[in-house]
């Protein structure tokens, strides 16, 4: 900078103007960005699956067990990096269909 106010060769002002030395304007904004994939199904799978194993007794788990398979299986379809979550939570609804499907033919059979 000159002592004109003017900056580059000769005097000339080039189209740039800068008020730091360095050129720093501000903070460095990235606009492509990728948001990371949300694990919503893997984590309502896992829910599910916990759920249905402590309440086996219960009818209404056999919905809960078959809808933790089928989240979790979407979750796996889709390439979510919750892809552990989603496995566990198959197979705790998996165990927990069973328990439930046991309890009930063990109530018949009691019958």
């Known amino acids: 900078m000159d002592g004109n106010g003017n900056f580059g060769q000769n005097g000339v002002n080039n189209g740039y103007n800068s008020y730091a030395p360095n050129n720093y304007n501000g ?30 007794w219960s009818f209404v788990t056999i919905v809960l067990s078959i809808v933790g398979i089928v989240l979790g ?20 609804s998996a165990v927990g269909l069973f328990l439930t499907i046991g309890y009930i033919f063990l109530c018949i059979a009691l019958l």
């Open 73 to 92: 299986i979407i979750n796996i379809a889709q390439h979510n990096p919750q892809k552990g979550m989603a496995i566990a939570g198959i197979i705790l």
């Open 27 to 56: 903070p460095v904004v990235v606009s492509n960005a990728i948001p990371e994939k949300s694990g919503g199904k893997a984590v309502g799978s896992l829910v599910c699956g916990i759920l249905s194993v402590l309440g086996f």
